[in-house]
């Protein structure tokens, strides 16, 4: 071997040498990046499974608020439906009573009205027809047992009234209509006929 082949020689394993300490420096430098770029890509992943995670718990917690929501509204919507059956059959009730127990029920409600006693007594074109005579009568004995005027009449008009008297006394009139003191009654007795229904 001469000696440029020698000083070749040697050239070439230190550059052979120089080129393999590049190489392994850059795969550890690579291995280095591989590792970081892995544990910052297992860190995003855990993050957006825990945000993913949460947005479905949350989406989860607004659909079971939800349904609750709706659940509690159809609940009330039923108890409000039985809530006027159950008025709408009192109101039934009352105007289907027999005429032995109608009668004193108008004439209670036309003296319980009477502001002077000598009002019109007036009802509904049934009623007036069929019982009127009979509810100034009773209504007028009420009024006098209790030391008051009775000097009550019955009108000739009528109303399109289901049941019960209105009370006429020139341009005042005081309204007894079974529907009208069953609607006023209901604000009232609502909550004991809630606790009858519902219990």
């Known amino acids: 071997m001469t000696g440029i082949e020698n000083i070749t020689g040697r050239i070439q394993a230190d550059v052979q040498g120089e080129i393999d300490r590049i190489q392994a420096d850059a795969r550890a430098e690579a291995e280095k990046i591989s590792v970081s770029y892995a544990a910052r890509a297992d860190r995003e992943c855990a993050d957006l499974l825990s945000r993913g995670e949460a947005a479905a718990q949350e989406q989860a917690r ?35 009573l027999p005429a032995e127990e109608y009668v004193p029920l108008l004439a209670k409600l036309a003296a319980g009205a009477a ?4 009002e019109e007594i007036i009802l509904n074109p049934q009623d007036q027809a069929n019982l009127g005579a009979k509810v100034v009568e009773q209504a007028n004995a009420l009024l006098a047992a209790a ?17 019960g008297v209105l009370l006429s006394d020139g341009t005042v009139e005081v309204n007894c209509a079974l529907e009208t003191l069953v609607r006023l009654s209901r604000d009232q007795a609502t909550g004991e006929v809630s606790q009858l229904l519902f219990q």
């Open 147 to 163: 030391g008051r005027t009775a000097s009550l009449t019955l009108s000739r008009q009528t109303r399109p009234i289901r049941g």
């Open 115 to 118: 502001a002077t006693g000598r």
């Open 62 to 96: 607004r659909l079971v608020s939800a349904a609750g929501m709706a659940s509690r509204q159809m609940t009330l919507a039923a108890k409000q439906e039985m809530l006027d059956e159950a008025f709408a059959l009192a109101l039934d009730k009352l105007t289907q």
